[in-house]
Structure formats: C-alpha cells, structure tokens
C-alpha cells in the first residue's frame, strides 16, 4: 500500500484557474514538504511544515498556499494558474521535524497549465 | 553558482560494470541524502547518508563533512539500475537543495 498519497496523478488546467494539489501520508510523520520538478532545472523546494506550522517558505509567489487540516495531510493549492507553473508537484514527509531529516517522497501530480 | 553539482551528468555502462557518481557541495554540510528516479517517476531514497559510509547490497555511499562531498558506488551494475541518481543537501527547514543529477544508462 502506497504510504505516502497524491492525488490527482495528472491535472490539467486552463490558465487563471484554481487547482488544490492533494497530499496524505500515513507513515505517521510530523514534517511534511512540497517540492516542484520542472524540465532542465533541479528539483525546487517549496514549503516545509512541523506539527502543521509552516517552518519554510521558499516560494516568491503567494499563489501557491499550502493547506493542512490534519496533521497527515498538506495540500497545495495554486491559483491564477500560469503556463510557468506546470511541473510535477510532490509531496515528501519525514519522521521527526524538519531539521536536517531523511525525506520520503510521494508518487507526484503532474500539472499541465494551458 | 549551483550548490550541489553533480557528475558525470551521464554514463554509459555494460552490465556488469561498476559506477561511481559524485556531488560536491559549495557550502557546509550537515546531512545529505541520494536519490533514485526513473524517468516520470518518483523520487526513491536511496541513502541518508549525514557522514561516514552506508551500504545497502550492491550500493555504497561515502560522504566526507570536512571535503563537502560524497560519493554513490555502483557495482556490478544490472539493466535495472538505469535511471537518475539525485543528491541533496539538507537544512535545518527541512529544504532540501538538489543537484541535476547523473542519468545513468546501463546496457546489456
């Protein structure tokens, strides 16, 4: 059984929409990250949450919010969409907080903004 | 400048072979960890490797703090090991920075 969940595996979407990016891990983590991967750049950190408190946010752009309603769920939402913004989003979780700790990674969404 | 560089960025090897992948870091290390991926797939931990030497069957990983670097040993590589190999270095946010990684090809 997967342990680490994200879903939808594929998105599309149309430029200046909303889309809400799924995330659920049941390895009984405390930390949990986004990162996004696009094309000829190295995988890019985006956020990193503690016991659902945000710790890092390396993202310029407040059109991506992350969102946990629980302390195994962290959910990226992205609006005003934009074709910049495809890329395959995952997920990551690690066992304790956030500080240099052995990071797991999701199966990944993949977003495609036309 | 990258923080984490990679190489080769590629290899080519015949079954059997042995590999040896490399990412040197331009600032402290605290802890590192080396991944796998397959093409559209996702990323595999390979090791968590903060210092010193772990090995898990066929693969070593040697990471020296003071010379900011480690290293992934391949050997006897198998068909099965083609992918890409990314390294990272951890912070204390929990960022993880990456390199481009090495894409390793290993034929029959």
């Known amino acids: 059984d997967p342990k680490i969940i994200q879903k939808p595996k594929y998105l599309v979407a149309v430029t200046g929409s909303e889309k809400i990016l799924i995330c659920e891990q049941y390895l009984g983590h405390n930390a949990m990250y986004w990162y996004r991967q696009s094309a000829k750049k190295p995988l890019e950190f985006m956020f990193s949450?503690?016991?659902?408190?945000?710790?890092d946010n390396q993202t310029a752009s407040s059109r991506f919010q992350p969102q946990s309603s629980k302390k195994n769920h962290l959910d990226l939402q992205i609006t005003a969409l934009k074709p910049d913004d495809s890329a395959t989003y995952f997920c990551a979780s690690s066992q304790t907080g956030v500080n240099y700790a052995e990071q797991f990674f999701g199966p990944g969404t993949r977003l495609t903004v036309l | 400048g990258q923080q984490v560089q990679q190489s080769p960025t590629s290899l080519v090897l015949q079954e059997g072979e042995n590999a040896e992948l490399q990412c040197n870091f331009s600032t402290s290390l605290n802890s590192m960890q080396w991944f796998y991926q397959r093409p559209g797939g996702s990323l595999v931990s390979v090791f968590y490797n903060p210092s010193g030497t772990k090995q898990s069957g066929r693969l070593t990983s040697t990471t020296v703090i003071k010379e900011r670097r480690s290293s992934l040993h391949i050997s006897s590589s198998q068909i099965t090991d083609s992918g890409t190999y990314l390294c990272?270095?951890?912070?204390?946010?929990?960022?993880?920075?990456f390199g481009l990684g090495t894409t390793l090809q290993v034929q029959p």
């Open positions: 990272a270095r951890g912070g204390n946010t929990g960022k993880l920075i």
């Open positions: 949450y503690s016991y659902q408190k945000l710790m």
